[in-house]
């Protein structure tokens, strides 16, 4: 099976613009959630979709923003960039197994405010 | 609120070395994923645990849960360099759809 993907791989944006990252899961995988990553912050939870429907939601303000194609595909959206939004986006695509609740990630998107 | 905290946060050693990261927490975890991330990727599942007291082996690496499924251990045998990147751990905490993630340690390895 072909792995998550993403893209674009690395985006260069001006403060107070705005980016669409787009993550397309693992074949079968219904569960696409989204990270955001920063030197000394780990992974921070943004949101987490199921069937087209937000079914968590992490602590980040509402210019961040996502949602669910019928095919899984998943799309996140940054309005009004700030300089401190420049970090690395992860996208995992979730599988409920006989091993429990799986995430496999896709290689991000390294975002660039400046 | 769930969390997990990792230790040591940063582990600097020479080749064929051994070492051991902790993953702990008050809470109780149905399963937890240890992964591996290297520089400007993204994480890749190395394993996961599910039963308390369970060990599972990948080449040098060890991986235990704990009896209680509070805690985790990853211990490291002959450190190589190729072992190097950072290693987190998630545990899959009250919703099932959401995993609670350690703050990471990074790991280097010096030849």
């Known amino acids: 099976k072909a792995g998550v993907t993403q893209t674009p791989r690395y985006l260069i944006k001006t403060r107070g613009q705005q980016v669409t990252l787009s993550c397309s899961p693992i074949?079968?995988?219904?569960?696409v959630s989204w990270y955001q990553q920063t030197p000394g912050q780990g992974l921070q939870f943004l949101f987490e979709y199921f069937s087209e429907t937000q079914r968590n939601k992490g602590n980040f303000p509402g210019r961040f923003s996502g949602r669910q194609f019928s095919n899984s595909r998943s799309e996140m959206n940054v309005s009004t960039l700030e300089l401190g939004d420049s970090a690395l986006y992860l996208c995992a695509s979730s599988w409920q197994g006989a091993q429990g609740y799986e995430q496999y990630f896709g290689p991000g998107t390294r975002l660039t405010v400046t | 609120t769930q969390l997990l905290e990792q230790s040591p946060q940063f582990l600097s050693i020479q080749e064929g070395e051994n070492l051991t990261v902790y993953c702990n927490s008050s809470?109780?975890?149905?399963?937890l994923q240890w992964y591996r991330q290297e520089p400007g990727e993204g994480p890749v599942l190395l394993v996961t645990v599910v039963t308390g007291g369970e060990v599972k082996k990948l080449k040098r690496l060890t991986f235990q849960f704990g009896d209680a499924r509070k805690d985790s251990s990853l211990h490291i045998t002959a450190a190589q360099p190729g072992d190097t990147g950072l290693y987190l751990c998630a545990g899959a905490g009250d919703s099932n759809y959401q995993l609670i993630w350690g703050a990471g340690t990074k790991l280097i390895i010096k030849p």
């Open positions: 074949s079968g995988h219904r569960s």
């Open positions: 809470s109780v975890f149905s399963s």
